[in-house]
Nanobody, 121 residues
Framework: QVQLVESGGGLVQAGGSLRLSCAIS????????MRWYHQAPGKQRELVAA???????NYADSVKGRFTISRDKAQNTFYLQMNSLKPEDTAVYYC???????????????WGQGTQVTVSS
């Protein structure tokens, strides 16, 4: 059974930092794309950052220069380093990955359970 388990959320003051982790487990052949989304109360879920299997990263304009997405292929884990946090970054953060499972070749989208990030002013 495939699982994406997030950790690292919490409460931080404006200007502070947090590091989110997303650990992927299960009978996986490959991880094709890894993404972080956030969803603030009353708003739609939005893409924050993405990294491809080749390591190419993209960011939402609102987090460029402050957030960094990275991955550890050996550990099947990816991260979101969040620096210079602002109150408007407050949201539930979800990790998402496109996975090819044993018996492939189709890829499927899986989500983590979400972790709350709260930035106080």
């Amino acid at each position: 059974q495939v699982q994406l388990v997030e950790s690292g959320g919490g409460l931080v003051q404006a200007g502070g930092s947090l590091r989110l982790s997303c650990a992927i487990s299960g009978n996986i052949v490959s991880i094709n794309n890894m993404r972080w989304y956030h969803q603030a109360p009353g708003k739609q879920r939005e893409l924050v950052a993405a990294i491809s299997s080749s390591g190419s990263a993209n960011y939402a304009d609102s987090v460029k220069g402050r957030f960094t997405i990275s991955r550890d292929k050996a550990q099947n884990t990816f991260y979101l380093q969040m620096n210079s946090l602002k109150p408007e970054d407050t949201a539930v953060y979800y990790c998402n990955a496109l996975l090819v499972l044993a018996g492939g070749p189709s890829q499927y989208s899986y989500w983590g359970q979400g972790t709350q990030v709260t930035v106080s002013s």
